[in-house]
Nanobody
């Protein structure tokens, strides 16, 4: 089973930026579409961005133009660069395959507040 470890979250003011990282433990990472998800208490987990093994990206409308997903297949890592952050981006952020088939990590908390 592939293990996922997210990092990079924190407290940031509106308009600020953060870069999240997610390290995977298995080389199968190189061949799968990866996604970043976010979740708030009481809400369902939401897929906000995905990237294929070849680098094709897709974003949910609320983050288009502000978030960028990228991956480094040599380091088995997927990134989420978040710019122009808004309070509504506050959530715990997770990575997983686009189908969510691996065990979920602990996530990383992102709080956008002045």
């Amino acid at each position: 089973q592939v293990q996922l470890v997210e990092s990079g979250g924190g407290l940031v003011q509106p308009g600020g930026s953060l870069r999240l990282s997610c390290a995977a433990s298995g080389s199968i990472f190189r061949f799968v579409t990866m996604g970043w998800y976010r979740q708030n208490p009481g809400n369902q987990r939401e897929l906000v961005a995905s990237i294929t093994s070849g680098g094709i990206t897709n974003y949910t409308d609320s983050v288009k133009g502000r978030f960028t997903i990228a991956r480094d297949n040599t380091k088995l890592t997927v990134f989420l660069l978040m710019n122009s952050l808004k309070p509504e981006d506050t959530a715990v952020y997770y990575c997983n395959t686009k189908s969510g088939r691996w065990s979920w990590g602990q996530g990383t908390q992102v709080t956008v507040s002045s």
